[in-house]
């Protein structure tokens, strides 16, 4: 189980035990904070639509406050004589992901959305069994015709190629018999 959380204007996959950097949070290290989700996947299921997946929980514990790595910014204009070096370092937080979503709250989740499947499966197998019943009923009568008329056309079709053939053949021979008499 995953989810893409957004926090500092960013957007993270995450997953339980996870470490990450993120933007400073407000949070002394060993608190517990909440990270908004956007999405959520559990094995098959997926939730995108960011109002229901902001409904699972995503706690994590802040490990630490420090600075990122300086990031070098360099202004220059040429032919002004303009340069300026500058260095910045982000303050950045740690923190590990504890869990996503509630276990508790998923288990009888999952297990009545289990049961409504079946349920809902039940009378749909019903239902596509009369479908085909009653589609099979309409379409022999049709199918026989058509398949009474395929084959007479395939037999026709036949006996008229087969004396067809046969002039071909005869016109053959009559022409390498008048070549061979040249």
């Known amino acids: 189980m995953y989810a893409i959380v957004k926090t500092g204007g960013k957007q993270y996959k995450v997953a339980p035990g996870d470490k990450l950097n993120i933007e400073k949070l407000n949070a002394e ?22 109002a229901k997946a902001a409904a699972t929980k995503v706690v994590a514990v802040v490990l630490e406050q420090f600075k990122g790595e300086k990031q070098l910014v360099f202004k220059f204009k040429k032919r002004k ?32 959305a289990a049961k409504k499947d079946e349920a809902a499966e039940a009378p749909k197998a019903e239902t596509k069994a009369a479908a085909k019943s009653t589609a099979a009923k309409a379409k022999p009568a049709a199918k026989t015709e058509a398949a009474e008329k395929k084959p007479a056309a395939k037999k026709a079709a036949k006996a008229e190629a087969k004396p067809a053939a046969e002039k071909k053949a005869a016109a053959k021979k009559t022409e390498t018999a008048s070549e061979d008499a040249e």
Do not use: F
């Open 29 to 50: 290290p060993g608190a517990k904070v909440e990270l908004e989700a956007i999405c959520v996947v559990d094995g098959e299921k997926v939730e995108a639509d960011p």
């Open 81 to 112: 004589n303009y340069k300026k070096l500058r260095g910045h370092r982000q303050q950045l937080t740690r923190v590990q992901i504890e869990s996503v979503g509630s276990a508790k709250a998923e288990k009888p989740a999952k297990k009545a």
